[in-house]
């Protein structure tokens, strides 16, 4: 689940970490109302779960409360990256700056642990920086029982050539948002730019100006604060139903909708079907014990992509029974009638009795994955 900009700085906050004085408006009269109580150039941000925010328009200075109501009005309703803009995130402007840092957070599944990334090259995307200068990203692994101590968020201070006299902000900034990852189980929290200005007297100051947070799905049921947080305005149809029936989905650019039951076996499924010659048009996994509404569910979510021109079942009836999910894909039929060409191979528990079922749907079927898989890409290009 991603969060807005706004609700991931609030998160941060709470751990200690800087950031600007602000609030988020979604209209113009209350984007003048914030920034006249903020009395004072302002930045109007658009709050989209995209990139490229800048470059589209929807991130705009204002010198005052009128200003600020002018560039809302611009912003609000725009779209950007197939998002329309509801909300503008109305922060106090940064004055005086020095520079800009990136520092971030992920899950290294190679490692398996959390990585800490830190370079000098903030303000832009980090994934550029990787590719460009990978030299100019310092990295830090930390050890989830131990978490992240201070000398290595001071080697990261030194490799990006940090002020001495910030260094013990920057250590209390990266320990902010290491608790912040961990403590709401996300996969991703970052900071760019995090922002070093010069304040009045000479001394400069760290502030995160912008953020950003990924929670990791399976661990909502322990947030439910964080759950309340989900903009399924931003969220495609397709996997705000999934998530209703408790369907893992992603979807994908092919044309081969897939429907299986485990994570393993569909992305052996995808797999497959590339190796024969298609692209898979999703990742979908019904589960254990799925039943028949369920699988109906599943096959209207695939339908729906109007990209797709076949579809693989690849079943393997353990927990799942095969005769219930035919029964599913017979009532997502009349639910939802298509001449999209179909395979189905369905083996283990009443698996004779699950192809009798969609026998009557003159649907094709294979005994074995690679057959089906070809006669699934073979269909599929013959459209």
């Known amino acids: 689940m991603k969060l807005h900009e706004y609700q991931s700085k609030r998160i941060f906050a709470r751990y200690g970490v800087p950031i600007p004085r602000g609030d988020v408006a979604s209209t113009p009269d209350d984007a003048y109302k914030i920034a006249a109580r903020l009395k004072g150039r302002v930045v109007v941000k658009a709050q989209v779960l995209v990139g490229g925010r800048g470059k589209a328009g929807g991130i705009k ?22 998002l329309k803009v509801r909300k503008v995130l109305i922060d106090e402007a940064a004055m005086d700056i020095i520079r ?23 303000g832009v995307e980090i994934e550029e920086v990787a590719k460009v200068m990978p030299e ?57 730019p995090l922002l070093v200005t010069d304040q009045s007297g000479g001394l400069p100051s760290l502030s995160a100006v912008d953020g950003k947070m990924i929670i990791d799905d399976n661990a909502l049921f322990r947030h439910s604060d964080l759950t309340d947080m989900r903009d399924v305005d931003e969220e495609a149809l397709a996997e705000t139903e999934a998530r209703y029936y408790g369907l ?9 909708g897939c429907m299986v039951n485990g994570a393993g076996l569909a992305m052996a499924t995808m797999d497959i079907i590339k190796l024969y010659g298609g692209m898979p048009a999703n990742f979908l996994d019904i589960g254990g014990g799925a039943q028949a509404d369920r699988v109906a569910a599943a096959l209207r979510i695939i339908l ?18 095969c005769d219930e999910v035919a029964k599913g894909v017979l009532d997502a039929l009349e639910q939802v009638p298509t001449d999209v060409p179909m395979v189905a191979r369905l083996v283990g528990t009443n698996e004779e009795e699950g192809r009798r079922i969609l026998a009557g749907a003159k649907m094709a079927t294979g ?3 690679v057959e089906a898989a070809q006669k699934a890409v073979e269909l599929a290009q013959a459209r």
């Open 248 to 256: 893992s989905y992603v979807k994908l650019d092919g044309e081969i």
């Open 61 to 82: 200075l204002a010198k005052d409360a009128p200003e600020a109501e002018a560039k809302a009005s611009q912003i609000l309703g725009m779209d950007i990256g197939g």
């Open 367 to 369: 005994s074995t994955l």
């Open 136 to 192: 100019r990203i310092f990295k830090v692994s930390i050890d989830p029982f131990l978490g992240l101590r201070g000398y290595q968020a001071r080697e990261l201070a030194f490799g990006i050539g940090l002020e001495k006299s910030l260094i013990s902000s920057f250590i209390s900034i990266a320990t902010g948002l290491y608790n912040a990852f961990v403590g709401c189980d996300a996969s991703l929290a970052e900071i760019n």
């Open 100 to 122: 800009e840092i990136y520092l971030g957070i992920v899950i290294d599944r190679a490692a398996c642990c959390p990585v800490m990334m830190a370079s000098a090259e903030g």
């Open 304 to 321: 729906a992509d109007p990209k797709v021109k076949a579809v693989l079942f690849n079943i393997f009836g353990g927990i799942t029974r």
